[in-house]
């Protein structure tokens, strides 16, 4: 793991221990100006060049972009993750508190606890040895403490939560012996253990067919109302970020194409890259047209 350039001139901050939730209304995530860079044969090369959002809480921001967009080097930046030679520079504000300018142990009370990140395959992010409820109670004894038998009261109360049946069973059940779409769901309960103030979801709905990603899409939604929690979506694919998203950034090679809210984004693009990726989406209309024979002259 790499770690991460700190911002030039940036202040201490005080410890990520003692932050609170703030006043509605007030900034969640900040981040400017960020650039990721990796060296190359050829010289440093940047994957992230000077992008800067923000997400509130109870928000959403969708960024979207094709593969080696920057999408998911942007999210790993922020929960302190590059792989090895990358160094991110700029600021990345958590409550105030820039990221970039704490230790690796400060992030890893962080991670898990305050971010959370959903990621695009459970199957290789559940390890297949230890039961799914195991596995929940670990991530919560990792940052609470307290004895196995209450951990394990936790992750039955959480897999409930995200409505796996039966979860007093279910519980001691391993990763195989669950579907596709309820494995994300033990993902999705893993990250909300902790009731985080952020959730990162990196592609997490791809490896689904639709019925099953329409239905973790309105999970992820009923789950944010409830905890009010920010959230950072990142996809591919813009049917899906038109369902969650408040806001939407668009990457292309590692820049910022365009950003505004999602009204905005799907009803007036500006960049020619959004409106091509637009463009991209199937429409109802196109296959009723070659239903009809239209298209076929």
């Keep these: 793991m790499s770690r991460q350039k700190r911002s030039k001139n940036a202040p201490k901050t005080g410890s990520l221990k003692t932050v609170s939730i703030p006043i509605k209304g007030s900034t969640l995530l ?3 100006n960020l650039t990721i ?6 010289g440093p090369v940047d994957v992230v060049k000077d992008s800067s959002f923000r997400i509130d809480p109870g928000k959403t921001l969708g960024i979207v972009g094709e593969s080696g967009s920057g999408k998911s080097m942007t999210s790993l930046a922020i929960m302190g993750l590059l792989p090895e030679g990358g160094e991110a ?5 958590f409550y105030g508190h820039d990221l ?3 230790s690796d142990r400060e992030m890893r009370r962080v991670r898990g606890d305050k971010i959370a990140m959903i990621f695009q395959d459970p199957l290789s992010s559940l390890n297949p040895y230890y039961t799914v409820g195991v596995q929940i109670a670990e991530a919560y004894r990792a940052h609470r403490g307290g004895s196995k038998a209450a951990a394990k009261k936790v992750a039955v109360e959480a897999m409930r939560r995200v409505k796996i049946a039966d979860p007093d069973r279910r519980v001691d059940h391993y990763p195989h012996q669950f579907s596709g779409g309820m494995r994300q769901r033990i993902m999705i309960a893993m990250a ?7 959730i990162i979801a990196d592609e997490p709905t791809t490896a689904l067919d639709v019925t099953v990603q329409a239905q973790i899409l309105d999970l992820m939604k ?3 109302e409830e905890t009010g929690t920010g959230m950072l979506f990142i996809t591919h694919d813009l049917a899906v970020v038109s369902e969650v998203a408040d ?7 590692g820049e910022t194409m365009e950003h505004g809210t999602a009204e905005e984004i799907f009803s007036n693009p500006q960049s020619s890259y959004t409106k091509a990726l637009l463009d991209a989406v199937p429409r109802i209309t196109d296959v009723v047209g070659d239903i009809k024979g239209v ?3």
């Design 30 to 32: 900040e981040v400017e």
């Design 37 to 42: 860079t990796f060296p190359t044969v050829r």
């Design 89 to 93: 520079s700029g600021r990345i504000r």
């Design 100 to 102: 970039l300018d704490r």
């Design 192 to 198: 909300l253990c902790l009731e985080p103030d952020l």
């Design 222 to 224: 009923e789950l944010q």
């Design 247 to 253: 806001e939407v950034l668009v990457m292309k090679g």
């Design 295 to 297: 298209s076929h002259e």
